[in-house]
């Protein structure tokens, strides 16, 4: 226990940021500090004060209110941001952060986290029930799942889908939904069965176009093989690459298409002491 103490976690002689509190008890066995009377500081300056509260000191997380965000600027202006941490198993946990927004109303914000045998995750979502900067535009909302796994060593999962209420979206608020490039949205996923000498991979791939007139084409789906054989013929090498893709568009003036791509290749590494040469050759086949 601990009288007029400060903490933080920051370097000796450091007070970028601390708590100051007239009690501090430290609990070593839970990892848990109760703190009587605090003040939060930010490079010595009182930003916050508090009568009571409790945090980890350790790797334990817990469930509670973390510190909120305060802004002001001409799209939204006052902005009051609070996140609410949910510490729901040592595997799951999530995020959800009320945020109030002067000129537009108030939105929730929710990150959920996992890990699975099927893999690690994150899914987000956003909602605002009626922007009242852009009430005809009604309500608005965001939502992205990204997975990544491995099952049994020799599936493989991959998932980047997201999705938003309307192409303005991101101009009239910040987000942080999926992955954009170029004035789109990815949604996308593949599954692959993977082996020591060959794999197999079937994806699929769209995309949610934010901008006026323009309707890319979807893959839907690709199938690939690959083949890999390493001294196939004395210190030969042998690689075989194909795929098959299926693209199809939502623009009727443009056309469909299948393509058929097959590429076999032959090298021979050879390499020394200090030196390391590796000629090949292969044959590209491609069909529409």
Same mark, same amino acid.
């Given at each position: 226990?601990?009288?007029?103490?400060?903490?933080?976690?920051?370097?000796?002689?450091?007070?970028?940021?601390?708590?100051?509190?007239?009690?501090?008890? =430290?609990?070593?066995?839970?990892?848990?500090?109760?703190? $009587?009377?605090?003040?939060?500081?930010?490079?010595?300056?009182?930003?916050?004060?508090?009568?009571?509260?409790?945090?980890?000191?350790?790797?334990?997380?817990?469930?509670?209110?973390?510190?909120? &965000?305060?802004?002001?600027?001409?799209?939204?202006?006052?902005?009051?941001?609070?996140?609410?941490?949910?510490?729901?198993?040592?595997?799951?946990?999530?995020?959800?952060?009320?945020?109030?927004?002067?000129?537009?109303?108030?939105? =929730?914000?929710?990150?959920?986290?996992?890990?699975?045998?099927?893999?690690?995750?994150?899914?987000?979502?956003?909602?605002?029930?009626?922007?009242?900067?852009?009430?005809?535009?009604?309500?608005?909302?965001?939502?992205?799942?990204?997975?990544?796994?491995?099952?049994?060593?020799?599936?493989?999962?991959?998932?980047?889908?997201?999705?938003?209420?309307?192409?303005?979206?991101?101009?009239?608020?910040?987000?942080?939904?999926?992955?954009?490039?170029?004035?789109?949205?990815?949604?996308?996923?593949? /599954?692959? $069965?993977?082996?020591?000498?060959?794999?197999?991979?079937?994806?699929?791939?769209?995309?949610?176009?934010?901008?006026?007139?323009?309707?890319?084409?979807?893959?839907?789906?690709? /199938?690939?093989?690959?083949?890999?054989?390493?001294?196939? $013929? &004395?210190?030969?090498?042998?690689?075989?690459?194909?795929?098959?893709?299926?693209?199809?568009?939502?623009?009727?003036?443009?056309?469909?298409?299948?393509?058929?791509?097959?590429?076999?290749? =032959?090298?021979?590494?050879?390499?020394?002491?200090?030196?390391?040469?590796?000629?090949?050759?292969?044959?590209?086949?491609?069909?529409?």
């Amino acid at each position: 226990q601990l009288e007029d103490a400060s903490f933080t976690t920051c370097p000796v002689d450091d007070n970028s940021w601390r708590f100051k509190a007239s009690d501090i008890e =430290l609990d070593q066995s839970d990892e848990w500090a109760t703190f $009587y009377n605090a003040r939060f500081e930010v490079l010595d300056v009182p930003i916050f004060y508090l009568p009571y509260i409790t945090v980890p000191v350790g790797d334990q997380r817990k469930t509670g209110v973390l510190i909120p &965000s305060v802004a002001l600027d001409s799209k939204n202006g006052f902005e009051l941001s609070v996140p609410i941490y949910w510490n729901i198993a040592p595997n799951y946990d999530a995020t959800t952060t009320i945020n109030y927004m002067e000129k537009r109303g108030t939105q =929730l914000e929710s990150e959920f986290r996992y890990l699975t045998e099927l893999g690690v995750g994150k899914v987000d979502l956003e909602f605002l029930g009626s922007d009242d900067k852009f009430q005809e535009k009604g309500a608005r909302w965001g939502a992205s799942w990204i997975h990544s796994g491995i099952f049994r060593k020799h599936w493989k999962f991959e998932i980047d889908y997201s999705q938003v209420s309307d192409i303005d979206y991101f101009q009239d608020l910040n987000s942080n939904i999926g992955t954009r490039d170029e004035g789109q949205l990815s949604q996308s996923g593949e /599954v692959s $069965y993977r082996s020591q000498d060959w794999d197999l991979t079937m994806r699929v791939r769209d995309f949610q176009v934010l901008v006026e007139n323009q309707t890319p084409y979807r893959l839907m789906p690709q /199938v690939a093989f690959n083949y890999y054989a390493p001294q196939f $013929y &004395s210190t030969f090498d042998f690689n075989f690459y194909s795929h098959i893709s299926k693209f199809a568009t939502d623009d009727k003036a443009k056309p469909s298409a299948t393509r058929v791509h097959l590429e076999p290749k =032959l090298s021979l590494p050879l390499s020394g002491t200090w030196w390391s040469l590796t000629p090949e050759t292969s044959l590209l086949y491609t069909y529409y």
